[in-house]
């Protein structure tokens, strides 16, 4: 329940054993890999190379299958034994040795990008060919060959498009030039014309033309009539569509194997990765120097996969002066589940303290008091219980959520809420055993709410001081755990002792000695809260420090959000049941339409309800209680490792 403890370690290997060990690091994925601008052995020796060329070869495979691979789904009609909780296809780790080492897969490929390429010409082809039969539509009627319109002597004969607004118009004054015009066709809001004139007269025939928008069309390319051309076009398109269906058919064929080109994919996108890393690590012509982080646990097993490599050897090595290491969190299995929370925020610092196990008990407790409907809680147990069995792979979500889940009970028992006032409205025989559970009913007593609210936050800020407190105290920072975390603790305990005295809460006598008690912290902080530049400077911004204990009332207030959720949650839920009652009394359907609101009501409610829980419990994590102790700014630990995007291998 800590950060994990890093060593920086240092393996030397000559090329030949590179490959091989690589291979055993990625599949143990215990090293982060440090390239040759961050490791700092090329700081200390610039004369060590970086291999200049990237593989590429294989890149542009992956990218390959990668195509391939969605184009065979598209046209799969076999749904795959995947879902949305198990994505990966599950393979024998034989099948998947055989098909990595034999030449299955490229030929698979080859076949794929052959049809996809067939069916990419049959789309460009058809796109053409309809393109031309709309060309030649508007003048299907037109008889006699084309090239006959371009060998008259003493004439011209002008084809094209005349918006229908202007045919009658121009009509007439091309009549009056001498001009004649037919029209052979129309294609939308235009008509299809020829027109014929003295050869003399052309050059005044196109002027008033264009006066008209008018649009000539050329024939160039084709040659005889339009109705043979159009025949032969529709032979084509008949032809591109027999040539598409062929080539889809054999598409959903190869879509069967592309199993095959998925563990292609993930096998070669595996050693892109070590290509990649070998290509970027400092190196001689013969040693390649691999500098990197692993966690100080799993030292003796990295010493035990590089000694199976007669030609390297790893070791420790000092950190240099300022680097930081990488960050991972290790954790118990009762707060492991609440890393998610952790992870959504970054990683700490790492000076800091891991913060997954001081925040787990709050989340799951604010998240339920956010809630506080017990049926809510029961409900959302079951439903995280079924995502635990269908889900595979990464399960701490499922697991928090259920925690989360069994707070929600506690606190809805504790309120009295049952799909808010359900057992009061509909089962009231039952009233009994609710009101034996509860502790207290926010609707009629919300000050007890308030002050619980209020009183959890004082107790998770104060707490987050002494976490602060702890953590400088142990890594030895004794000045920065006094005068940063210790004092504002005494501080701010004597103002709320001070506080409940002048209330009545406790006898009135102690505010007198908690006043004079808060003097010992509040010069502390105003002496040495801030320890560097000149005294004036210091003692100024002590005393600024001291006035911003407004702030952390603030902080306090803004704990008030948990009885807001958790009254808001509970009074939606009173609202659909009222919307039952009423809906209950329409004849012959109302028992069907209240069941309906009443499931769809409450459901929406769960769900809605949960995730403003989720955001604000977080939320309270991350800007109340994380600014007390944690620093952050921590680059999460990478290790190499295989990625299986997929297929799952079972050995």
């Avoid at 024939?219 to 569509?241: M, V």
């Avoid at 979500?397 to 057992?423: E, H, K, P, R, Y």
């Avoid at 919300?446 to 707490?463: D, R």
């Avoid at 109340?624 to 995007?645: N, S």
């Amino acid at each position: 329940m800590a950060i994990a403890q890093m060593t920086k370690i240092m393996i030397a290997s000559y090329r030949s054993d590179a490959g091989g060990l690589l291979e055993a690091l990625q599949r143990a994925g215990i090293v982060q890999v440090l390239d040759a601008e961050r490791a700092m052995v090329s700081k200390e020796w610039p004369e060590l190379q970086v291999e200049a060329a990237r593989p590429r070869d294989i890149e542009e495979l992956v990218s390959r299958l990668a195509v391939g691979i969605d184009f065979l789904k598209q046209h799969a009609t076999e749904k795959d034994a995947t879902s949305i909780f198990d994505p990966l296809l599950k393979v024998d780790a034989g099948e998947y040795a055989r098909i990595i080492g034999g030449d299955e897969a490229m030929k698979l490929l080859e076949e794929t990008e052959a049809v996809q390429s067939e069916i990419v010409r049959c789309g460009a082809d058809m796109e053409n060919a309809e393109g031309h039969m709309a060309k030649l539509e508007p003048w299907k009627s037109m008889s006699g060959a084309i090239e006959d319109m371009a060998g008259l002597e003493q004439a011209s004969c002008l084809v094209g498009l005349i918006p229908s607004q202007h045919v009658a118009a121009i009509t007439a004054e091309l009549a009056e030039m001498g001009a004649a015009i037919e029209i052979v066709g129309a294609a939308a809001s235009v008509k299809a014309c020829v027109i014929a004139c003295m050869s003399e007269l052309a050059s005044d025939v196109q002027k008033k033309l264009r006066s008209v928008d008018f649009e000539a069309v050329s024939f160039e390319g084709i040659s005889g009539s339009i109705a043979d051309n159009i025949a032969q076009t529709q032979e084509q398109i008949q032809q591109i569509n027999s040539d598409l269906a062929a080539a889809k058919t054999k598409a959903v064929e190869l879509a069967k194997d592309k199993i095959k080109l998925q563990i292609l994919f993930d096998h070669r996108q595996n050693l892109l990765g070590r290509e990649m890393t070998k290509s970027v690590v400092p190196a001689t012509d013969n040693v390649l120097f691999i500098e990197g982080w692993a966690k100080e646990k799993d030292y003796k097993k990295l010493e035990k996969i590089v000694g199976k490599f007669g030609a390297s050897s790893v070791s420790k090595i000092d950190i240099a002066e300022g680097e930081e290491p990488p960050v991972e969190i290790d954790n118990g299995k009762a707060t492991q589940p609440f890393e998610v929370i952790t992870r959504l925020y970054g990683m700490p610092n790492p000076a800091d303290a891991d913060p997954t196990v001081f925040l787990a008990p709050f989340f799951a407790l604010f998240f339920g008091i956010c809630l506080t409907d017990a049926a809510y809680g029961i409900v959302m147990i079951l439903f995280f219980a079924w995502l635990l069995r269908k889900i595979k792979g990464d399960k701490r979500f499922m697991w928090m959520m259920i925690a989360c889940s069994i707070t929600t009970v506690v606190a809805g028992a504790l309120t009295g809420g049952w799909c808010g006032d359900a057992i009061q409205k509909f089962v009231p025989g039952l009233n009994g055993f609710r009101e034996s559970l509860m502790w207290f009913d926010p609707m009629e007593k919300p000050m007890h709410f308030f002050t619980i609210s209020l009183a959890l936050g004082y107790l998770q800020i104060i707490f987050g001081i002494g976490v602060g407190f702890w953590n400088k105290f142990r890594r030895g920072d004794l000045a920065g755990a006094m005068f940063d975390h210790g004092t504002w603790f005494v501080w701010l305990n004597c103002l709320a002792l001070f506080s409940l005295s002048k209330a009545g809460v406790l006898p009135e006598g102690l505010g007198s000695v908690f006043a004079i008690a808060a003097a010992v912290p509040a010069i502390g902080i105003i002496l040495f809260s801030e320890r560097e530049g000149g005294w004036g400077g210091r003692i100024g911004m002590g005393i600024y420090n001291v006035f911003s204990t407004v702030f952390y009332v603030g902080d306090i207030l803004s704990y008030i959000r948990l009885m807001a959720l958790g009254m808001v949650t509970g009074g939606f839920g009173m609202a659909i049941n009222q919307i039952v009652v009423q809906v209950k009394e329409v004849e012959y359907i109302g028992w069907l339409l209240a069941a309906v609101i009443f499931v769809g009501g409450h459901v929406f409610n769960i769900a809605n309800s949960a995730l403003g829980s989720f955001v604000h419990s977080m939320r309270l994590q991350f800007v109340e209680f994380f600014t007390k102790f944690i620093i952050g700014g921590g680059k999460e630990f990478e290790p190499l490792r295989e990625k299986y995007q997929h297929v799952e291998v079972k050995e």
